[in-house]
């Protein structure tokens, strides 16, 4: 779209299914450089991007040209066909339905990109399920436990 001057980023954090540790050492750097590269297919700006065995989280700017959900089910879909078909895990692999998408003020970017770049040394002290919690909390949104999306 011409003319037309946005600002729009994103903090999604997404799982495997179940929310099960499947982000294994050994391909989670190629995995990461492979959203990477279907981001910028997309025509969409990577800010930041870190994983955890369990989770990933994505700092994105969109353009307005695409929606959220179909920007982040072309992430999953593509990546989630990717891991299967390197064959990295001995059962089909699937990123879990649904997650946590939360717009971000340009100004807290920053204090973002940190808080995403210390995942590892976060979640030695925090578990997924409380820091996916303290985000709902922090950005108010209302949400039922029994809603919450699966957590093993």
């Not at 011409?2 to 540790?21: D, E, G, M, V």
């Not at 990717?82 to 895990?89: A, K, M, Q, V």
């Not at 590892?120 to 039922?144: A, G, P």
Request: aromatic share 14%; glycine share 4%; proline share 5%.
């Amino acid at each position: 779209m011409p003319n037309t001057y946005s600002q729009i980023y994103l903090h999604y954090i997404f799982s495997p299914k179940n929310r099960k540790a499947l982000i294994l050492p050994r391909f989670e750097e190629d995995l990461l450089k492979y959203i990477t590269g279907i981001i910028k297919n997309l025509g969409q700006k990577l800010i930041r991007i870190n994983a955890m065995p369990d989770h990933c989280h994505l700092l994105v700017r969109l353009k307005p040209a695409i929606a959220p959900a179909t920007f982040i089910q072309a992430v999953k879909s593509n990546s989630s066909r990717w891991i299967n078909e390197g064959r990295f895990l001995n059962h089909p692999f699937n990123w879990q339905t649904g997650g946590g998408v939360f717009s971000v003020s340009y100004r807290n970017v920053p204090a973002l990109i940190q808080y995403i770049d210390k995942q590892k040394e976060h979640h030695k002290k925090t578990s997924f399920k409380e820091e996916y919690v303290m985000l709902l909390k922090h950005y108010n949104i209302e949400f039922k436990e029994e809603y919450l999306l699966d957590f093993l």
